[in-house]
């Protein structure tokens, strides 16, 4: 398991991806969309999570990814911890769940899988 901090700015500097949907940053928006507050783009928090894996179990070796799969399984908000459990399934493939530290580890990813050489 490992955690990773996600920045209170991360989803207007992930902006610079050209995804500019309001709900990464516009609070009246994320209010008419039913959040509290903007949430962080799903691709970053699926991003950061690969990054997690291949640093800890694949000794950083992102050319050993063969697949990764998951299932949205909830939102992450801006200046939130992810908690990153991962475990080995056979010789080649990482089982892994996500979730929000802050919110009691409410589901963020789940179902997810990183097959590797």
Not at 21 to 37: I, T, V
Not at 61 to 78: E, H, K, L
Request: glycine share 6%; hydrophobic share 45%.
């Amino acid at each position: 398991m490992v955690e990773r901090a996600v920045r209170e700015d991360q989803a207007l500097l992930y902006r610079l991806s050209g995804d500019w949907n309001p709900l990464h940053a516009d609070p009246e928006f994320a209010k008419l969309a039913g959040f509290d507050r903007p949430i962080l783009h799903g691709l970053c928090t699926y991003g950061m999570t690969l990054k997690a894996v291949v640093d800890t179990l694949l000794d950083g070796d992102v050319t050993r990814v063969r697949s990764y799969d998951t299932r949205f399984a909830g939102v992450v908000f801006p200046g939130e911890t992810l908690r990153i459990r991962m475990w080995r399934q056979g010789e080649a493939e990482v089982r892994v769940a996500v979730s929000a530290v802050e919110r009691d580890d409410a589901p963020v990813l789940a179902d997810t899988i990183v097959e590797h050489s």
